[in-house]
């Protein structure tokens, strides 16, 4: 059974940066894309980030293209998300997750969609404001 674990969330001032981690156990995550999507209230679900499984590609949503960096360690089986100039528009819950299939934004929240996703973690929340 994968259990994740996001971590890294908090209160920050608007330009201000968070790192995000996310560990599994249960699972490696070297042989899986891993992604980011988010949650704020009363919104839908959103696509943020993508690294593949080598960690030789990422993909990023319009809206944080610029300020967002992912990362994946395939020797430590974790993955990051620095994010840089945050805004109150980012904040919201933020989960991390490993699937298989096109490493893109689009890739994940396909995959979510067509297979569903019985191992959430608890997310980290993130809240920007002054």
């Known amino acids: 059974q994968l259990h994740l674990v996001e971590t890294g969330g908090g209160s920050v001032q608007p330009g201000g940066s968070l790192r995000l981690s996310c560990s599994a156990s249960g699972s490696p995550l070297n042989g899986f894309s891993i992604g980011w999507v988010r949650q704020a209230p009363g919104k839908e679900r959103e696509g943020v980030s993508v690294v593949s499984a080598s960690a030789g590609s990422q993909d990023y949503a319009d809206s944080v293209k610029g300020r967002f960096t992912i990362s994946k360690d395939n020797v430590k089986h974790m993955a990051y998300l620095q994010m840089n100039a945050l805004k109150p528009e980012d904040t919201a819950v933020y989960y991390c997750?490993?699937?298989?299939?096109?490493?893109?934004?689009?890739?994940?929240?396909?995959?979510?969609?067509?297979?569903?996703?019985?191992?959430w973690g608890q997310g980290t929340q993130v809240t920007v404001s002054s």
């Open positions: 997750v490993p699937f298989s299939g096109t490493p893109t934004v689009r890739g994940m929240l396909d995959f979510i969609r067509e297979h569903g996703i019985n191992y």
